[in-house]
């Protein structure tokens, strides 16, 4: 079966740190890979996905970047955080565009 | 973005069924009516979806209007697990992948 494994699960990082979070799924090939941030007693916002290796479109201009190195791996960075970088940051994969999407566990990012 | 409208909240009884409904106005022809559901501090879990046909699966039924602007999300025999915020959602296609748009959702809330 297929799983999707997001870490760490929570994160304080000062304002100005570099950041990388990381997203790992199992069980699948060639999944598109999607990450999303909520900020607190809000929807989801899509920031980025990546329909194969090295592509990464982006669907909201913002602090962060995203890279795909490797077929299951979907990782979220940015170069200096800001204050507004908080939030629950979400990765998640589907196998097509017309299948469902799956979701991580969530990393909690706070920002000091 | 197409747009979804959902009650802001709902209550209903343990092993009761649950109706929550959706408004999608604009939906266009090739517009997938997905649902998800939201437990707090987790990722979000897909139900349902559907296009123009009724649809059933383990978890619920999504019953789609005939004209297709407004959908039913039906949990048969709700229990407390049932409870949280259920996302409404027109998928999109940009670029080979999904695009999901989640709004504010409806927060259920399951008395025992």
């Known amino acids: 079966s297929q799983t999707i494994h997001q870490w760490p699960a929570t994160l304080v990082q000062p304002v100005g740190s570099p950041l990388s979070l990381e997203c790992t799924v199992e069980g699948t090939s060639n999944p598109n890979l999607y990450w999303y941030r909520q900020a607190a007693g809000r929807g989801l916002q899509l920031l980025f996905y990546?329909?194969?290796?090295?592509?990464i479109s982006s669907e909201v201009p913002q602090n962060l970047s995203a890279s795909r190195p490797q077929d299951r791996q979907f990782i979220l960075s940015s170069k200096k955080l800001l204050l507004s970088d908080s939030g629950f940051y979400l990765c998640?994969?589907?196998?097509?565009?017309?299948?469902?999407?799956?979701f991580g566990d969530g990393t909690r990012l706070s920002i000091l | 973005d197409a747009k979804t409208t959902q009650p802001n909240s709902m209550e209903s009884n343990e092993e009761e069924p649950v109706h929550l409904p959706c408004n999608h106005s604009?939906?266009?022809?090739?517009?997938?009516i997905h649902w998800y559901r939201q437990l707090p501090s987790q990722g979000p879990e897909y139900v349902i979806h559907g296009l123009t046909s009724n649809v059933n699966n383990r978890m619920a039924s999504l019953a789609i209007a005939e004209d297709r602007k407004s959908s039913t999300l039906i949990l048969h025999r709700a229990t407390l697990r049932d409870a949280a915020v259920y996302y409404c959602i027109l998928r999109e296609i940009i670029q080979g992948a999904q695009k999901l748009v989640f709004g504010q959702g409806t927060r259920l809330t399951i008395n025992p």
């Open positions: 990546s329909v194969g290796i090295g592509q």
């Open positions: 998640a994969w589907s196998a097509g565009i017309d299948q469902p999407q799956h």
């Open positions: 604009t939906i266009s022809g090739t517009d997938y």
